[in-house]
């Protein structure tokens, strides 16, 4: 309903879908209260300074490069200013509203791409990873890795799992007509990839990666999808667009968004911490002063926008989130890497999918060739989504 192109069916279900958070606002204040008191009762029994450090502990994860990626981001929020202002206007709205932000820039582009042409186009796009990562890829996705259609009683979305013994196993519900789904695939692929190069390579013990890292193969060849479709689709300018539209979006999402939910994670857990009272109007209020700090007058932020905190299931497992916006830094500069310093950046790239979880996640990224304590790769996510953002409006001002 939210990418629906009439705005009125938009406004309806975007209202009427928090109408039910509305109803229930103070029990799930009661409960995201209680489960951050959870996070502290087992931060101070583990003689954790904080819950923070409590959850970072395992990956080996300092604070400081949770504190680098929300100041990284909150000062270079321009970029983002600048793609919602555009948004606006291609719209032609007089005002942005958050149910404004789904609905494609450019409607009615059709990408038609049955199930075996994608898995021949994600050939093409991942050219860059070599002879030995594509035969096993297309080898995967034509043979038996994959439950591809959607069928009655399957569980909808789509995931990648397996065991060590066993081949990857894929589950998706692919759509011919929805180039999102092409997206999907190259994603599931990504970390059934890199699960085959971790089992193929570590002994039972190390082949386990972690989420840190897990996201950053997925979003990889994403990444590389998106610049071979913006080349082979050059010449058609809807597309074109459709397909930056697409990405500056996901980045938008993955990014920006998860970073201003990690910022609250981490404000909310201090506030436990400190036993100062966690109310609704703490919460709702403390939600809000972020919507303005990152989207600043180029949303009008509805009063029910307060109550999205409410909803995000992630805040259920405290300082996961901050790993969505690390991983797709660090894939986008490691795909850079890739393409344009050639061998010696893939062979670096593909030991890293087979280090499994024999070395802390920080340390298999270094081996990578990205350093995620640093401010630059998170510097140069931002700058592709700036780039991509006046490429969009370039190639939109020629429609």
Aim: proline share 4%; charged share 20%.
């Amino acid at each position: 309903f939210l990418s629906n192109p009439n705005r009125e069916i938009r406004r309806k279900s975007f209202f009427q879908y928090y109408q039910a958070y509305e109803n229930y606002k103070h029990t799930l204040a009661a409960t995201l209260l209680h489960a951050i008191k959870k996070d502290l009762f087992y931060a101070r029994v583990r003689h954790f300074d904080n819950c923070r450090a409590s959850a970072l502990f395992a990956d080996r994860i300092p604070e400081s490069v949770y504190d680098n990626l929300i100041e990284t981001v909150k000062s270079n929020l321009a970029p983002l200013f600048k793609y919602l202002e555009f948004r606006k206007q291609a719209l032609a709205l007089s005002d942005l509203h958050f149910y404004d932000t789904y609905v494609p820039v450019v409607a009615d582009v059709i990408f038609e791409t049955p199930y075996e042409t994608a898995v021949d186009m994600s050939v093409q796009a991942l050219r860059p990873l070599g002879d030995e990562y594509l035969k096993v890829f297309e080898e995967g996705l034509l043979g038996g890795w994959v439950d591809r259609y959607e069928n009655r009683g399957k569980r909808s979305g789509a995931y990648s799992a397996g065991s060590y013994d066993s081949p990857p196993y894929i589950l998706l519900n692919y759509e011919a007509q929805n180039i999102n789904s092409v997206y999907t695939l190259l994603h599931e692929g990504g970390h059934s990839m890199h699960s085959f190069y971790s089992n193929t390579h570590q002994p039972y013990v190390y082949h386990g990666y972690t989420i840190f890292v897990a996201e950053v193969a997925s979003t990889f060849n994403e990444n590389l999808l998106s610049s071979y479709l913006l080349d082979h689709y050059k010449n058609d300018p809807a597309k074109t667009a459709y397909i930056l539209n697409r990405e500056i979006d996901n980045i938008r999402a993955t990014l920006f968004r998860q970073t201003m939910f990690a910022e609250f994670e981490n404000i909310t857990h201090r506030i436990v911490e400190e036993n100062a009272p966690l109310t609704l109007d703490v919460i709702t209020d403390t939600y809000r002063e972020l919507l303005e700090t990152y989207f600043s007058n180029t949303l009008t932020l509805d009063p029910v926008l307060s109550l999205e905190c409410l909803r995000i299931p992630h805040f259920y497992s405290a300082f996961y989130v901050y790993k969505y916006a690390t991983g797709i830094s660090a894939a986008i500069a490691l795909a850079d890497k890739v393409v344009n310093e050639g061998a010696s950046a893939r062979a670096a790239y593909l030991n890293f999918l087979k280090l499994g979880g024999s070395k802390f996640p920080l340390d298999e990224l270094v081996e990578a060739g990205v350093d995620m304590q640093s401010p630059e790769p998170i510097q140069r996510a931002i700058q592709y989504f700036s780039d991509l953002v006046d490429r969009l409006i370039d190639v939109y001002q020629s429609l």
